[in-house]
């Protein structure tokens, strides 16, 4: 699949079900989160069925099944072991997203740089030098370098010339 048609299926594709991603992207995955899926008609029943047979399968429970029985919050997941294989599928909760829009109150800053363990590491504002000052002065300084020694004393000059 070309990078232009997987990243305009990205954006606009349905993903709501493993069947509705193409197979050169399905191949691709590495970490997979598979939510619930309610079987009601005949293609339903399939989409369950090829959703959990993409899974390593996990003696202690059947992913088909579980994946019609998962509750909100719950996902069947599966991650890449340290050698790049896929896990067994496991049965997990999900922590919804903590956030909101808006900005934080004075206290609620407070209360979470005082329960941060970096506390007292990042507290202290540094203003350190950036590349482009540093590079600046060098340029500066090499200039002035440069202008003093091409400047050739009096002295030295009436020796330079030829006869």
Not at 36 to 41: G, S
Not at 54 to 76: H, V
Not at 126 to 144: F, H, Q, T
Request: glycine content about 6%; charged content about 25%; aromatic content about 8%.
């Amino acid at each position: 699949m070309a990078v232009n048609e997987l990243r305009d299926f990205l954006e606009y594709g349905n993903i709501s079900s493993s069947v509705n991603i193409p197979d050169a992207v399905l191949g691709q995955l590495g970490h997979r989160i598979q939510h619930a899926l309610r079987a009601f008609t005949p293609r339903d029943q399939k989409a369950v069925k090829t959703a959990a047979e993409t899974f390593r399968r996990n003696p202690a429970f059947s992913a088909e099944a579980a994946i019609t029985e998962l509750g909100t919050g719950e996902a069947l997941v599966s991650f890449l072991d340290d050698h790049g294989r896929p896990e067994m599928v496991e049965r997990a909760w999900i922590f919804p997203p903590a956030g909101r829009i808006g900005p934080l109150l004075p206290e609620e800053r407070a209360g979470i740089f005082a329960a941060s363990p970096l506390r007292g590491k990042y507290d202290t504002m540094v203003d350190r030098w950036s590349a482009y000052e540093i590079l600046s002065g060098r340029a500066i300084r090499a200039a002035r370098w440069a202008s003093r020694t091409s400047s050739t004393p009096t002295c030295c000059a009436a020796s330079r010339r030829s006869p």
